[in-house]
């Protein structure tokens, strides 16, 4: 193999020779002739290659399906979590465009020289401000004695706004109000006396101003929330009482957890009420601390009423009081569950509270608080289906200075008392027994029922009698949408069991002064109201009131005005 290889490369060593020197020769530029011949008939073919065919095999038949069994093996990666980071979607949400009617018109008359008026409005295009305006105003020119000497009106107009900050909110207010009462209730017998002129009965306007500011956070979600509020009351009649009152108070909550919470509550009032022979600063300050703990279906609430008040009371111990806040539920199932609470408190009252409740009341020479002592609650409530739901308890209270109202039999003129005003007296020592019960119910939004049973018995120690104070008490209410706009409410209300202080029976040898015992007729009232909507804003309404036609003489000697119809129509804009 070896000899043929060399004479094969020396031969083809030689033929390259020509080659390189043509190529050289090409080099240096030369040109030669050359001729190329193209065949285009020419063919060339191949010898066939013959094919060979083979058939498939045989595939195996299958036996029918087995079991597979597989091993899995773990394989742990140590690797790190994967950071995500949430951002918001970039969407521009429009908010569904409601009908906001922002004012509110009513307007409506009935028997007695009774018109009625109520104006409403709030603003609705300001996202950081909000505002509102109303303005009410319901009198009635006649009465039940002696129709105009027994007239009696209500006016009240109030501004409120709010600031809206990234977490809290700066709100405030001013409200003026104005009632006017005429002191008709005397004794009917002494219109047969000519030597009277009934044509003048006096009357009592009561105003007063109110103005408030206060900030409070706005998500009450938090571990923290806070609310406090500056107020400040101007309140005077027609005759000398003016009072006075600044007022400060705040609350501060904490939440640990879903379970624990705690609340601060504080409040500080300095009342200054002068009259025709009273005059004296009054100061109250309280504190309450208190702590919340939830357990499933228990709640447990513990604290503190601490108490600081400068009545001027004979045998007064000290200004500084301190009661305990005790109270616990546990609902066993919807259906049922117990509470109970154990608690204390001072109960503010001022001349203006005292007006609030009884308009008729006269000047007066004492203004005390009502030291509840202890107050004991215990009791069944649960709901059924969410439809039913029902309460049912007894409160035992002890009282220090609890106040009634009781006629003035002062003689004013020869022939002529002044029964129709009315005087403050006090318990120093009362025991209050309450049994209550309550029952609701609500079908969808066609009809919603309440109800509320009260009874009362009081254990006096310088009273002969709960002066004014009722008994017991009932009342039912009712609303039904039978149709789409219409709105119709039955309302009940009973009390009985009133009795008044009449003239003094004189007083017994190393006792009391006794007086005669007026007990006052049953207090029964029906009320009806409908409203039908013609609209989305104009709509119609009727209401009637006392429609049993009673008396219902709350305080003695102060009928009430019989069957009282009221008609209109409101209007939204």
Do not use: C
């Amino acid at each position: 193999m070896k000899k043929l290889l060399f004479p094969i490369l020396l031969g083809g060593s030689f033929g390259l020779l020509p080659m390189l020197s043509t190529a050289q020769t090409q080099s240096r530029g030369e040109v030669q002739d050359q001729e190329f011949v193209i065949r285009k008939d020419r063919v060339l073919t191949l010898p066939a290659q013959p094919r060979i065919f083979e058939k498939l095999p045989v595939l195996p038949q299958p036996k029918g399906l087995a079991d597979f069994n597989y091993m899995v093996s773990r394989y742990n990666l140590n690797l790190q979590p994967l950071q995500l980071a949430a951002t918001p979607a970039q969407k521009n949400y429009q908010a569904p465009k409601l009908d906001l009617y922002p004012g509110y018109i009513r307007a409506g008359y009935g028997n007695f020289v009774s018109p009625l008026l109520e104006v409403r409005y709030m603003g609705t295009q300001v996202e950081d401000f909000n505002y509102s305006v109303q303005l009410n105003h319901q009198s009635f020119g006649q009465g039940p004695v002696l129709a105009e000497q027994s007239k009696e009106s209500h006016t009240n107009f109030g501004v409120d706004g709010s600031y809206f900050a990234d977490l809290f909110e700066v709100y405030g207010g001013l409200k003026w109000r104005q009632d006017s009462y005429q002191f008709y209730g005397f004794d009917t017998t002494l219109a047969a006396n000519k030597d009277i002129d009934l044509t003048q009965i006096p009357g009592n306007v009561l105003n007063t101003v109110e103005l408030k500011a206060g900030i409070r956070e706005i998500e009450k979600v938090g571990p923290f929330y806070y609310e406090g509020e500056l107020s400040f009351r101007n309140f005077k009649d027609s005759y000398l009482a003016v009072e006075n009152e600044f007022g400060i108070k705040g609350s501060g909550k904490f939440r640990a957890n879903d379970d624990w919470s705690g609340k601060v509550d504080l409040a500080f009032y300095s009342t200054n009420p002068e009259d025709f022979n009273y005059a004296q600063t009054r100061t109250y300050f309280g504190i309450k601390p208190t702590v919340s703990y939830n357990y499933g279906e228990f709640n447990f609430m513990a604290g503190l009423n601490v108490v600081s008040e400068n009545d001027s009371i004979a045998d007064k111990s000290s200004n500084f009081r301190v009661f305990p806040l005790l109270k616990a539920s546990y609902q066993f199932a919807p259906e049922f569950g117990f509470y109970g609470s154990f608690t204390g408190d001072v109960n503010r009252n001022t001349y203006y509270s005292f007006v609030m409740e009884n308009p008729f009341l006269g000047p007066t020479n004492q203004l005390l608080n009502t030291v509840n002592n202890y107050k004991i609650q215990a009791g069944i409530e649960g709901q059924f289906q969410e439809s039913f739901h029902y309460r049912a308890g007894v409160d035992v209270s002890r009282y220090n200075q609890l106040y009634f109202f009781v006629n003035n039999y002062r003689i004013k003129v020869i022939g002529f008392s002044d029964e129709e005003r009315f005087n403050l007296v006090y318990d120093d020592k009362v025991a209050v027994f309450n049994i209550n019960a309550e029952l609701g119910f609500k079908f969808s939004d066609v009809y919603s029922f309440g109800s509320r049973l009260d009874l009362y018995q009081y254990d006096l120690n310088q009273q002969a009698e709960p002066w004014h104070r009722p008994t017991w008490g009932f009342r039912v209410n009712n609303q039904v949408t039978p149709i789409e706009r219409l709105i119709v409410q039955a309302n009940l209300n009973f009390m009985g069991g009133i009795k008044a202080r009449g003239q003094s029976l004189g007083i017994e040898i190393g006792g009391p002064e006794t007086y005669q015992v007026i007990k006052l007729k049953t207090i029964a009232d029906l009320q009806l109201k409908a409203d039908y909507g013609i609209t989305e804003r104009i709509s119609v309404f009727v209401e009637g009131n006392n429609l049993f036609n009673g008396q219902n003489t709350r305080w003695l000697n102060y009928p009430v005005r019989g069957i009282q119809l009221v008609g209109g129509a409101s209007f939204k804009f």
